[in-house]
């Protein structure tokens, strides 16, 4: 079992700032990319922002200049730091991980509960 527990959503106002973090855990061999997506009411869910374990990024264009996204291959964590934050990035936001659990199986996806993010005009 591999879990994605995430932490720091809340409420802020258009403008502020927001960190959210995801620590993958359980029975882990290797993980490639982490990321962020995020699902708002009555849309589907989008890619925020993604990082491979080289460091490479894919951020969204709507979040580009605002929001970054980091990554610890040594913790298996990913943090996304969300800035300047407007009333339409509010959604759940969802951690992502694609993960192998050991040497004689393939990558799988993996996500976590969600946590929501509220902005205010």
């Known amino acids: 079992q591999v879990q994605l527990v995430e932490s720091g959503g809340g409420l802020v106002q258009a403008g502020g700032s927001l960190r959210l973090s995801c620590a993958a855990s359980?029975?882990?061999?290797?993980?490639?990319?982490m990321g962020w997506y995020r699902q708002a009411p009555g849309k589907q869910r989008e890619l925020v922002a993604i990082?491979?374990?080289?460091?490479?990024?894919d951020i969204a264009d709507s979040v580009k200049g605002r929001f970054t996204i980091s990554r610890d291959n040594a913790k298996n964590t990913t943090a996304l730091q969300m800035n300047s934050l407007k009333p339409e990035d509010t959604a759940v936001y969802y951690c992502?991980?694609?993960?192998?659990?050991?040497?004689?199986?393939?990558?799988?996806?993996?996500w976590g509960q969600g946590t929501q993010v509220t902005v205010s005009s």
């Open positions: 992502y991980a694609n993960v192998r659990r050991s040497s004689w199986v393939g990558y799988k996806d993996n």
């Open positions: 359980g029975s882990i061999y290797s993980v490639d990319a």
């Open positions: 990082i491979t374990s080289g460091g490479s990024t």
